[in-house]
Nanobody
Framework: QVQLVESGGGLVQAGDSLRLSCAAS????????MAWFRQTPGNERAVVAA????????YYADSVKGRFTISRDNAKNAVYLQMNTLKPEDTAVYYC???????????????????WGQGTQVTVSS
């Protein structure tokens, strides 16, 4: 059974940094595309960043390019999201997701991910 557990969320001020972590178990981690999504009340989950099994060409949503960095450690079955220069509009519940056999472009849609964590709240005050 696949299990994804996020950690690292919290309450910070605008301009601060946070690092989210996602520990994965129950899957052959190196074979999976890993992603971070976020969701605010009344809205669908939207992709923040995704990284393939080979670590090449990570995908970033336009709103976080240059501020957020996704990385993975296949030896530790973990994926991370370093978030710098946080803004109040980054406030959301952040979810870790995992999927296999995604084609380029498919990493951006939540419908293509079968495995999700429980989410971690990130709140950025102005």
């Amino acid at each position: 059974q696949v299990q994804l557990v996020e950690s690292g969320g919290g309450l910070v001020q605008a301009g601060d940094s946070l690092r989210l972590s996602c520990a994965a178990s129950g899957l052959t981690f190196p074979r999976y595309t890993m992603a971070w999504f976020r969701q605010t009340p009344g809205n669908e989950r939207a992709v923040v960043a995704a990284i393939s099994w080979s670590n090449d060409r990570p995908y970033y949503a336009d709103s976080v390019k240059g501020r957020f960095t996704i990385s993975r450690d296949n030896a530790k079955n973990a994926v991370y999201l370093q978030m710098n220069t946080l803004k109040p509009e980054d406030t959301a519940v952040y979810y870790c997701a995992a999927a296999q056999w995604l084609r380029v472009g498919q990493e951006r849609s939540q419908a293509n991910y079968a495995n999700w964590g429980q989410g971690t709240q990130v709140t950025v005050s102005s």
